[in-house]
């Protein structure tokens, strides 16, 4: 299994960007669909976006217009772009992969997750 590790969490005002990025390290990354969840308090957790290994792309109905999600097949890394942030993006977001090439945004398609980072939007 791939090993995911999610960085670039922290305080953020709302209004402001902020990139996450999660580095694979023990698998062929390019072959990977890579997907973004955020856990928001009292919330399950829920899909935000996810890239397939072909690069097409699919931003789910809270990010839309605000998030991209990208990745880097050389570096490994997947990336979450977020602008326009508000308050109710406060939560843990998780990286995720699945080897599944025809489902991406569905949490039980995805069998390697990254450890949380959590991002804190200021009002």
């Known amino acids: 299994q791939v090993q995911l590790v999610a960085s670039g969490g922290g305080l953020v005002q709302a209004g402001g960007p902020l990139r996450l990025s999660c580095v694979a390290s023990g698998g062929t990354f390019s072959r990977y669909t890579m997907g973004w969840f955020r856990q928001t308090p009292g919330k399950e957790r829920e899909f935000v976006a996810a890239i397939s290994r072909y690069g097409y792309t699919y931003v789910g109905d809270s990010g839309k217009g605000r998030f991209t999600i990208s990745r880097d097949n050389a570096k490994n890394t997947v990336y979450l772009q977020m602008n326009s942030l508000k308050a109710e993006d406060t939560g843990v977001y998780y990286c995720?992969?699945?080897?599944?090439?025809?489902?991406?945004?569905?949490?039980?398609?995805?069998?390697?997750w990254g450890q949380g980072t959590q991002i804190p939007v200021s009002s």
């Open positions: 995720a992969a699945s080897t599944d090439p025809t489902v991406i945004a569905a949490q039980n398609t995805y069998n390697s």
